[in-house]
């Protein structure tokens, strides 16, 4: 067989591409892609970045008065963990081609979303478990079939991620288990977590299917395996029956199983409050990006003093050799 020398034109690149697809193998970041797979996901994995980073906040918020020094420890990695995520995640981003100062810059400009389940406030200690339980519970169905993703650094990153997900939710379900066997107080507050957070933790999975602008691509392109509705079922057949041995009662009168397809049914999602959270009017998204934005102002000497450094480093190599 006889190899051209010239470079490969769009058409043959636009073929190994959907080929490779089609194939399930997985996309490189040497590999040419279609201009518009690169910024789909650069939007995807910048969002779920973002989501990670900004979710640090709502459970943060509990570190200082955390009600034990196992609590603490406990929460602290959790937090901890989700800080990591963040940034294997800007380093996926990075391998396409994005520019992580750009995407926080966007971020705190208003002009990259984050999951809109982080715009709610905690307001009690049992917060923090209804989060580990429900919305990484959410995070999970959500993620695990994107460990699959057609684009190579996201779905192996996504693995490790889920694994750490996975003891996230644990942890959560193990503080409501611990809340449940307490006084009545306990009890109320595990409720009224349960109360604020299920409705918000089911607009996790984004607009109904027949509102999802970018579903069909996504699903061509085998970053997205699951339709938004489908994830969404999956997690409510999940929860219910593990809300039942938890002993609280989810905040939905419509909620019965259906013998003849073999799902929970369940009442309809509130969109009008999802779509005003996603434009930015939800009850803490002002403070959210606030904060986000006084703290990388604040850290902006330590990036200087390590991008000093490195230089000095690099300068003190260059002249051993
Ligand atoms: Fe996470
Ligand atoms: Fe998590």
Redesign the pocket.
Known sequence: MTMSLDAPDETMLQQHFDSTIAHEHRVEPRDWMPDGYRKTMIRQIAQHAH??II?MQPEGNWITRAPSLRRKAVLLAKVQ??AG??MYLYSAAETLGADRADLTDKLVHGQQKYSSIFNYPTLSYADVGVIGWLV?GA?ICNQVPLCRSSYGPYGRAMIR?CK??SF?QRQGYELLMTMMAGTDAQRAMVQGAVDRFWWPSLMMFGPPDDASVNTEQSMAWGIKRHTNDELRQRFVDMSVPQAEKLGVRLPDPELAWNDARQHYDFGSVDWDELSAVIKGNGPCNAQRVAHRKAAHDEGAWVRDAATAYAAKTSRRLEAKT
């Open positions: 989501s990670e979710g963990d989700e995520h963040g990484d995070a991620i750490e997900e996230h």
